[in-house]
């Protein structure tokens, strides 16, 4: 049996902020099914202990001079092992596993995940884990990539898997910050952890595993590109035999809404009308936009950062606006662009519903109550509500990159009518582009043909993990 030692930065339900929480809260639960022994290790944040089942110190290990303690617990009704690495100090803090409360990135975090990857790395070789040691250690973004270069270090451990969730994050600090981890000097050079003269726990991170992975296809093609890559095209390239794209699941379970407990009506595909209506009427009354059925509702979800393409959509205003639509938008992050929406939000009353901040249950009523969805990404590794949308009978309008690309089957006469079609596809991510695609999408959603057959081939679609996994599982054998 395959033994895993499966290592993020965060996971659900312990702690989200993006998709790779989502992706670290599912994986292993599929992985266990297809017979693989798994332990997800994580920082112990303020208030995740609490939220194990009976959780137990396992081991301890001084780690640069402060006492870390390992404890080990499960969720209720849950068939994966935790390991939460504890050290207060470092990561029982309130704000975000990144930033603080103002959303300022933590000023020590090449130290706060420099710690817990030696941590991680000394548990993969037997120390502090009560004796289990793994085969594969799987790690994901840079939080989590000094594993693999501690590893390569021991040479005879466990091998590496390193997760690319998102390139734009390239874990990136002063040498100094090299210089106070410890780190064999040897590592700062072009073939190791320096990346234009910083430090990038990333580029460790793929270097030294193993096997490197991409949460889609066509994301693993468009990194190794200079308008993709981030800077780490070159290294990429050299590195392409080793680097596979694995499409992300969805929990199917948890985003389901036959099942959801936060929609004001549950309905599958033979319910799908009016659950849809009684949805949209709730999430209109909830964000104050008239009950008027002449509009398309559209939803957006995301963190407000540059790549979302956020700040697209409210350039898009003025031209969106004469379209019958009504935006339903969710977002937090980037205060600058928090503010935009809000004065749009004002200028626009009653058609844009605007919350600010980060809101799991608001999420799932958007996902349930709007017509159309709409992500502009500027690049999208993978991509979770364009799948969340399908399953929720709500037509992503998506531009054509990424993980989208490889989710959405674009409307076209052709698929329309051999009934793949489950969303619109745009080619370019700007003004014209999204006022394309939305129109496009208002077009649809007035064709009740049209309109059902893209609701019903996305509900059909299987985003469910078993395949991936059984992916993940080829590889780490
Ligand atoms: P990323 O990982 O780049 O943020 P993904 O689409 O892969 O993007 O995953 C984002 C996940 O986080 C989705 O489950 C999405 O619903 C959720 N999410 C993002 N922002 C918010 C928010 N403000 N409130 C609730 N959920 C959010």
Not at 31 to 37: K, N, Q, R, S, W
Not at 157 to 175: C, E, K, M, Q, S
Not at 316 to 329: D, G, H, N, R, S
Not at 367 to 396: H, I, K, W
Request: proline share 6%; aromatic share 10%; net charge neutral.
């Amino acid at each position: 049996m395959t033994r895993l030692l499966f290592a993020a930065s965060e996971a659900v339900p312990l702690v989200k902020t993006g998709g790779l929480a989502d992706v670290a809260g599912a994986l292993p639960a599929a992985l266990i099914a297809l017979g693989v022994d798994v332990r997800v290790v994580l920082p112990a944040y303020r208030g995740c202990l609490d939220k194990l089942e009976a959780p137990t110190v396992i081991g301890a290990m001084t780690v640069r001079g402060q006492s870390f303690r390992i404890w080990e617990g499960r969720l209720a009704g849950s068939p994966v092992i935790h390991w939460l690495v504890d050290y207060a100090p470092l990561y029982g803090r309130d704000g975000d596993p990144y930033h603080d409360p103002q959303h300022r990135p933590w000023s020590d975090n090449a130290w706060r995940f420099g710690c817990f990857c030696e941590a991680v790395a000394r548990l993969a070789a037997g120390e502090g884990s009560g004796g289990w040691k793994p085969d594969v250690v799987h790690c994901h973004d840079w939080q989590t990539g000094l594993v693999p270069a501690w590893l390569k270090l021991r040479m005879a451990g466990p091998r590496a898997v390193f997760t690319i969730h998102n390139l734009a994050y390239g874990g990136l600090f002063p040498r100094a910050a090299f210089e106070s981890l410890g780190l064999p000097p040897g590592w700062w050079s072009i073939d190791g952890l320096e990346f234009y003269g910083q430090m990038s726990f990333l580029k460790a991170g793929l270097v030294y595993s193993d096997v490197i992975t991409t949460v889609s296809p066509r994301y693993a093609d468009e990194i190794r590109t200079p308008a993709f890559g981030c800077g780490f095209e070159g290294v990429l390239d050299k590195l392409s035999a080793r680097v596979h794209g694995i499409l992300n699941g969805i929990d199917t379970d948890a985003w389901n809404p036959a099942t959801d407990a936060q929609l004001a009506q549950t309905y599958s595909s033979s319910t799908l009308k009016a659950g849809k209506l009684a949805n949209r009427h709730a999430l209109q009354d909830e964000l104050r936009l008239p009950r008027d059925e002449a509009m398309t509702v559209v939803g957006m979800i995301g963190r407000l950062t540059d790549q979302k393409g956020f700040d697209l959509v409210v350039a898009a205003l003025p031209e969106l606006m004469k379209l019958p639509v009504q935006l339903a938008i969710l977002g937090a992050g980037d205060k600058a662009l928090e503010a935009e929406l809000a004065i749009a939000a004002t200028r626009y009353p009653g058609r844009i519903g605007l919350k600010l901040g980060y809101d799991d249950q608001l999420a799932r009523r958007i996902e349930a109550g709007s017509d159309l969805f709409l992500m502009p990404s500027r690049f999208e590794p993978c991509g979770l509500n364009q799948m969340y949308s399908q399953r929720y009978g709500t037509v992503p309008v998506v531009h054509r990159v990424g993980g989208l690309a490889d989710t959405v089957v674009d409307a076209t006469p052709r698929t329309l009518k051999n009934g793949t079609a489950t969303g619109v596809v745009f080619e370019d991510a700007d003004v014209g582009g999204i006022v394309y695609g939305v129109s496009r999408g208002v077009e649809l959603m007035h064709d009740p043909i049209a309109r059902i057959g893209l609701q019903h081939s996305g509900m059909s679609r299987d985003f469910s993990w078993a395949a991936s996994a059984r992916q993940y599982l080829a590889l780490y054998r």
